[in-house]
């Protein structure tokens, strides 16, 4: 039968972006035999979703959230068999967390809690982390760890996560929207709706053709243009924009074919390879490295894709986000380098980089829920959504279908933010990881 829309009648649901988020709803929306149209404004993965680093990890202090990235970790490494096709780019490194002395009892309670869930995660002390990944500086116990920006980078407790890894967030939601496409979702592109009215049967949406829409349901998955849409029906979302730096570290080469490459250089207590003597390969995947403050994601070639886990000034998600700048390639890579120096005489070149915009709540959790008779919100992923799109697509096309919603997702609700019950994320200032 044809799509509803272009019958001329109104759509049963609507969804606002194509970014990960809402490419996964609009997938489980039309899976579920509902009838949807997507509105774009440019490409399907071509705002922040693109830009994303990729990397997924169960390792989340919201058990919620836990499980819900678990589930999407098997979800993107079985993509082809859950969409009926297509590719999520998968790649399963493992990863290590590593945190300071301040968060010893809060990570092993976390690590406790999610595998009492099912997670198998594994915490190492600093002993073990340099037993196990050699190539791993974690500091000398007294304050003199491979850190910068004030903090000390010593390792006092990691955990391990085996199934963790990395996938492709531009294929995973091509992937999506394909899936949706072949489920009977329309999906318009270069489509930016610029006005939503809401009526007592409908919503409406005029793109900036002129043209107008009309939906029974209406799900705003904007990203970080979701809280000016919201705006148009009078509902406040406190959601800002941040603007986040990707610094891509080439693959290992030696130093003097490298020109000008960052050299490695550290201060390993345990395991320190011998100078001339190559040192065994940290083999730790993915590194968030908490004492530190930043992260480490390995690519299939060799490099890295690296970046910060603090928060950064609230900017305007309507301007360009800027390149990113000598300073900011620098600092990352040398942190990089410094808690994971390779071996001697090797030399890592940089191999480019980007920057884009995180949707931040206040919380630094995902805000989920209904905001209007017809109106329900995906967004305010804060830096950390990407891998919890495949599974919380699934919750969320349920809302819209009017379905019984999953225990603990209404903790998610915009409206924690005025009853006074916002959630917890992450560890001290790394609120990313959720
Ligand atoms: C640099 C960076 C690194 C990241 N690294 C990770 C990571 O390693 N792991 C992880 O899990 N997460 C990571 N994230 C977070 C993750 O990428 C996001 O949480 C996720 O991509 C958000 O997806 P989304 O669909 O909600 O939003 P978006 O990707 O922002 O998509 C929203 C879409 O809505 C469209 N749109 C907006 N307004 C309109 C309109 N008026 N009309 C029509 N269309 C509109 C936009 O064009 C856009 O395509 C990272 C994010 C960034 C920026």
Redesign the pocket.
């Known amino acids: 039968m044809p799509h509803a829309q272009s019958r001329g009648a109104a759509a049963e649901i609507a969804v606002?972006?194509?970014?990960?988020?809402?490419?996964s709803a609009a997938f489980h929306l039309a899976r579920r035999g509902l009838d949807v149209v997507v509105?774009?404004?440019?490409r399907?993965?071509?705002?922040?979703?693109?830009?994303?680093?990729?990397?997924?990890r169960a390792y989340y202090t919201q058990p919620f959230l836990a499980r819900v990235a678990h589930d999407s970790i098997a979800f993107l490494a079985g993509f082809a068999e859950h969409t009926g096709g297509g590719d999520a780019g998968f790649v399963r490194t493992g990863g290590l967390y590593l945190h300071g002395p301040d968060d010893v009892a809060d990570a092993r309670r976390t690590a406790a809690t999610l595998v009492d869930l099912g997670i198998d995660l594994e915490t190492l002390d600093a002993d073990e982390v340099a037993g196990r990944f050699p190539g791993i500086d974690v500091g000398d116990g007294a304050g003199n760890g491979p850190g910068a920006d004030g903090r000390d980078g010593n390792v006092a407790i990691a955990v391990r996560e085996e199934q963790a890894g990395?996938a492709d967030?531009y294929r995973t939601t091509w992937g999506f929207v394909t899936a949706a496409r072949a489920h009977g979702a329309l999906v318009h592109t270069d489509?930016?709706?610029?006005r939503i009215a809401e009526t007592p049967g409908q919503v409406e949406l005029t793109t900036a053709d002129g043209t107008t829409h009309r939906a029974r349901r209406l799900l705003l998955?904007?990203?970080?243009?979701?809280a000016p849409?919201a705006a148009q029906l009078g509902i406040t979302l406190p959601l800002h924009a941040e603007r986040?730096?990707?610094a891509v570290l080439g693959p290992a080469c030696a130093a003097s074919a490298a020109g000008g490459g960052t050299s490695g250089s550290g201060s390993a207590r345990r395991g320190a390879p011998a100078p001339g003597i190559p040192g065994p390969d940290a083999d730790a995947g993915v590194i968030i490295d908490v004492a530190g403050g930043d992260?480490a994601?390995p690519q299939p070639d060799g490099g890295w894709l690296l970046?910060g886990l603090d928060s950064t000034p609230p900017v305007d998600p309507d301007t360009t986000p800027a390149p990113v700048g000598d300073a900011e390639f620098a600092q990352l890579a040398e942190a990089a380098l410094r808690r994971r120096p390779g071996r001697p005489g090797e030399a890592r070149a940089r191999a480019g980089g980007?920057?884009?915009?995180?949707?931040v709540s206040p919380d630094w959790q995902p805000v989920i829920g209904q905001i209007t008779d017809r109106v329900w919100v995906?967004?305010g992923?804060?830096?950390?959504?990407?891998?919890?799109?495949p599974v919380l697509g699934d919750h969320v096309a349920g809302l819209l279908a009017g379905e019984q919603p999953a225990p603990g997702l209404a903790a998610f609700s915009p409206s924690r933010f005025t009853t006074g019950d916002p959630l917890t994320a992450g560890f001290g200032t790394a609120r990313i990881l959720g």
């Open positions: 606002i972006g194509a970014g990960v988020h809402g490419a509105f774009e404004q440019g399907p993965a071509g705002g922040p979703t693109g830009r994303s680093s990729g990397i997924c990395y967030p489509a930016r709706v610029v998955a904007a990203g970080p243009w979701t849409l986040h730096v990707v992260y994601a970046g980007w920057s884009a915009f995180y949707d995906d967004a992923t804060s830096g950390h959504g990407f891998k919890l799109a």
